[in-house]
């Protein structure tokens, strides 16, 4: 199985804060990370596919990088609204896997 | 507009059985992969299983092969979960997903809870 890990699994920031979450994989996954946003009682949502696509209707204050195994999920200027959880996962091979999640807090 | 909701949650008994189901509107049900995610208390996401189109090829995560059955069935665009032999530790909720294969869990139910105690 491919392992998923994010790093920080915490991390507090304020508005307009540039804030940037990593994920490494145990082996080489080419470019199938997905990255999602999940608040408190709600289902994940998608924001990046395929390590830097955009999902339609998301800000562009998110973005993607990386190939391989390691991947970058960056928030140009923090909002109100993104204080969440944000998790990487692996779509290159079954199982899939998620990272442990990133909780982005308000400084 | 999309929409997915699961139902048949509730309280069970460790050993026992339970079937969630999935609702599908607003899309093409028969065309994507669908899965199952479940998420503990508290803790991080876990893919479940998932099944392909027309039901030919399924896969489950080690620790629940043997115990649970995914299936569907395009015609009532519903995607089921058949839970058996249940154990504490699969409490969580559990939220339906479709897929495209090789992408991301695109649209997402809001979940349902189930719980595994005596």
């Known amino acids: 199985d491919i392992q998923m890990t994010q790093s920080p699994s915490s991390l507090s920031a304020s508005v307009g804060d540039r804030v940037t979450i990593s994920c490494r994989a145990s082996q080489s996954i080419t470019t199938y990370l997905n990255w999602y946003q999940q608040k408190p009682g709600k289902a994940p949502k998608v924001l990046i596919y395929?390590?830097?696509s955009l999902q339609s209707g998301v800000p562009s204050r998110f973005s993607g990088s990386g190939s391989g195994t390691d991947f970058t999920l960056t928030i140009s200027s923090l909002q109100p609204e993104d204080f969440a959880t944000y998790y990487c996962?692996?779509?290159?091979?079954?199982?899939?896997?998620f990272g442990q999640g990133t909780k982005v807090e308000i400084k | 507009e999309v929409q997915l909701v699961e139902s048949g949650g509730g309280l069970v008994q460790p050993g026992g059985s339970l079937r969630l189901s999935c609702a599908a509107s607003g899309f093409t049900f028969s065309t994507y992969w669908m899965s199952w995610v479940r998420q503990a208390p508290g803790k991080g996401l876990e893919w479940v299983a998932n099944i392909k189109q027309d039901g030919s090829e399924i896969y489950y995560v080690d620790s629940v092969k043997g115990r649970f059955t995914i299936s569907r069935d395009n015609a009532q665009n519903s995607l089921f979960l058949q839970m058996n032999s249940l154990r504490v530790e699969d409490t969580a909720v559990y939220y339906c997903?479709?897929?495209?294969?090789?992408?991301?869990?695109?649209?997402w139910g809001p979940g349902i809870l189930v719980t595994v105690s005596s």
């Open positions: 395929a390590a830097s």
């Open positions: 997903a479709s897929q495209v294969w090789g992408g991301p869990f695109d649209y």
């Open positions: 996962q692996q779509s290159h091979s079954t199982p899939r896997t």
